[in-house]
């Protein structure tokens, strides 16, 4: 079964709630990305997501935009982040690896993504195409990669299920009109779209964008299957960038872990 | 709207593998409303009227094909045709696609209206909209574009519009549309997108080829009464594309007219610092639509190079990706150095001082006519005046005010 699949799965049976934790590959080097993905797993993500650095992240807001350039700086490339992630294999095969990115990034090295065997990747996640979309389409099938769809507050009902049923890892609702970073989360419209989602499809709902306090992860953990945290991480990342004591980040990471417990 | 029995894009908004809707989730709703509201309106009479009736009172249309008789007796080789969008109100071919857009907004009930601009023609015609209808309005600018059109930067703050200032990647076109993309994404209930070109997701490239396409119509018709015939060629720049897909598509059935699209070729095609993606790109994905890119090889979208401002873009419309491929509209590229040489030419030689992009479109007469004999018709789309490239052209020529 797939890392994903099984995670996810697992938790739900001890009635658990997953945490995702989001960075992006290579900022602010690939080193520190590396020491970062295990700092990770230690303080008690389930879940990787690893950015795949773009120039022209039009879902991002400022903070994550300004990690991809950081990135690009460094020519972070798939290549490069395929690697790594063998690089984290080697101590950690458990941890399911999700690569969040841009279409033209993954459709420019659709033999890498074809190639990935067992111990690498999980997951894709295409943020700019509709959830409906069939990766396939574009080359992108390997059955050691699952994808994720986005369903979001503007998404019409009966596309749901369509979007539902197009996606094999998880849903990722997104909580706001806006672009990552944004905040004012709606509670009671998130709980009522995520009940919605849950109407089509079994498969985990988990909640992103917009989530920055121990009470956000707290209150939307009560309604999805899991959370998923970016840009204040991005953030903490980049003031750390120079001393490289990522402490801070652990710490945030348990108490966003005990919030959801 | 449009009578050409041509019938692009297909249900899914693509032009043969270009086109396509890629875009996050939060925006395929606002495209469903958009294409919804389009597609009762495009035939219906009273918004028909409504639209024509703005082009002629508000814009001044019909514009003139004006017969340019010393060009003509420069290159003594066929009459050179000069379809005049620089006498539009606000000074450009950008106000036929923002007046029928604002007639879109208005019907949606939208309150705010947001743009990304270039060289700023987009964002002046479409703050003169919105101020005509008094909505709230937001223009997009790369920091490095208010520099060089700091002349069109103060029109729209004039016209009670918002610039701001976009300082990421290149800052220019290219980061201004990310910007206005977000925005869109952040306010998608109240907010009206008012894409500039033939470029975006669909259904914008059909839209603002479809609100532009009053030119071509009105070159036919034109055609036929000074000349009696067909143009041999049109010529026109590509940026996005609009102008050039305006004056085209009422002629894509019309075999014996050669269709010429001109891209930025910078500093030269060959040294790889220019916007021309038709000659030199190869199929992506970016801003919504699948076309011709300028990239490398791990997908990551180029910087581009181009002295004149609205041709200063990676991408290019999909639709002219597509009559690339199947060869029915030819591309070239025009290097900064030549389009400078032509500005100063055509202003001297004709009166008309044209703006930095269209004098990509005179700049290929040089070769082209070479090509033609004496009885041929060529037909250049003036797609604007070049008065916001003074600044520009003043600095490279070294002078200060
Ligand atoms: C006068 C003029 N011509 C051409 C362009 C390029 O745009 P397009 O290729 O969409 O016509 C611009 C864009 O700002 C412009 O201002």
Redesign the interface.
């Known amino acids: 079964m797939n890392r994903l699949t099984s995670t996810l799965s697992n938790l739900k049976a001890n009635n658990q709630k997953a945490l995702v934790a989001y960075l992006v590959a290579g900022d602010p080097d690939m080193d520190s990305t590396l020491d970062l993905m295990h700092l990770f797993v230690e303080s008690g993500v389930d879940v990787i997501e690893i950015g795949v650095p773009?120039?022209?992240?039009?879902?991002?807001?400022p903070t994550i935009?300004r990690a991809h350039?950081r990135a690009?700086k460094n020519n972070i490339?798939?290549?490069m982040i395929l690697s790594l992630v063998d690089e984290f294999r080697k101590s950690n095969k458990e941890t399911p690896i999700v690569l969040m990115g841009?279409?033209?990034?993954?459709?420019?090295?659709i033999d890498l993504v074809q190639a990935t065997g067992k111990d690498g990747i999980d997951s894709i996640l295409v943020?700019?195409?509709?959830?409906e979309l069939n990766l396939e389409t574009y080359g992108i099938s390997n059955p050691n990669i699952n994808t994720i769809?986005?369903?979001?507050?503007?998404?019409?009902e009966n596309?749901v299920e369509l979007?539902a049923n197009n996606s094999t890892g998880f849903i990722y609702y997104?909580n706001l009109?806006?672009?990552t970073g944004?905040s004012n989360l709606n509670i009671s419209e998130i709980e009522n779209n995520i009940g919605r989602i849950k109407k089509y499809t079994d498969l985990p709902t988990l909640a992103g964008f917009g989530i920055k306090t121990t009470e956000d992860a707290k209150t939307l953990a009560k309604f999805s299957d899991g959370i998923i945290i970016g840009s204040s991480i991005v953030e903490m990342i980049n003031e750390a960038s120079t001393t490289k004591e990522f402490d801070r980040i652990g710490k945030y990471i348990k108490d966003m872990k005990i919030a959801i417990s | 709207m449009t009578s050409n029995k041509f019938n692009y894009p297909d249900k899914e908004g693509f032009f043969g593998e270009f086109g396509g809707k890629f875009v996050p989730e939060t925006l395929m709703y606002a495209l469903e409303e958009l294409e919804n509201t389009y597609s009762k309106l495009k035939d219906d009479k009273d918004f028909i009227k409504e639209f024509y009736s703005d082009l002629s009172a508000f814009v001044g249309r019909p514009s003139p094909l004006y017969f340019a008789q010393r060009l003509t007796d420069k290159y003594k080789s066929g009459n050179i045709w000069l379809k005049r969008e620089d006498l539009n109100h606000t000074g450009a071919h950008k106000i036929n696609n923002t007046v029928g857009q604002i007639l879109l907004a208005k019907h949606m009930g939208k309150k705010r209206i947001i743009a990304e601009t270039g060289a700023g023609q987009h964002g002046v015609a479409t703050a003169t909209v919105a101020a005509r209808l008094g909505l709230e309005c937001h223009i997009y600018m790369g920091s490095e574009d208010v520099r060089r059109q700091s002349l069109n930067v103060y029109r729209i703050k004039l016209l009670g519009a918002h610039v701001h200032a976009v300082d990421s990647g290149s800052a220019t076109l290219k980061d201004a549309l990310n910007e206005a993309m977000r925005d869109w994404v952040s306010n998608i209930d109240d907010t009206y997108y008012i894409i500039g070109s033939v470029t975006g997701p669909h259904p914008y490239p059909m839209i603002v080829r479809d609100f532009n396409s009053v030119v071509g119509q009105e070159v036919i018709k034109q055609s036929k009464d000074l000349f009696n015939k067909m143009p041999d060629a049109i010529v026109a720049c590509v940026g996005g594309g609009s102008n050039a897909m305006g004056i085209f598509y009422p002629f894509i059935e019309v075999q014996e007219t050669r269709l010429i699209g001109v891209e930025a070729g910078g500093k030269g095609v060959s040294t790889g610092e220019h916007a021309a993606p038709l000659n030199d790109g190869t199929p992506g994905v970016l801003h919504g639509a699948r076309s011709y890119l300028m990239q490398d090889e791990a997908g990551q979208v180029k910087d581009t190079k181009s002295v004149s401002a609205g041709l200063d873009y990676p991408g290019v419309g999909p639709e002219h990706s597509w009559l690339k491929d199947i060869g029915r509209a030819e591309y070239v590229a025009v290097s900064d150095d030549d389009a400078l040489k032509a500005f100063h030419e055509v202003t001297e030689l004709e009166g008309i001082m044209p703006a930095l992009e269209t004098a990509h479109a005179f700049a290929y007469l040089e070769p082209l006519m070479k090509e033609l004999d004496s009885s041929s018709n060529v037909v250049i789309n003036v797609s604007g005046r070049g008065d916001k490239d003074i600044n520009t052209v003043a600095e490279i020529d070294g002078i200060e005010f």
Do not use: C, M
């Open positions: 773009f120039t022209d992240p039009i879902a991002e807001g935009q350039d690009l490339s798939l290549k841009y279409l033209n990034t993954f459709i420019s090295h943020v700019d195409i509709p959830g769809s986005l369903i979001s507050p503007t998404t019409k596309r979007i997104v009109r806006g672009v944004s």
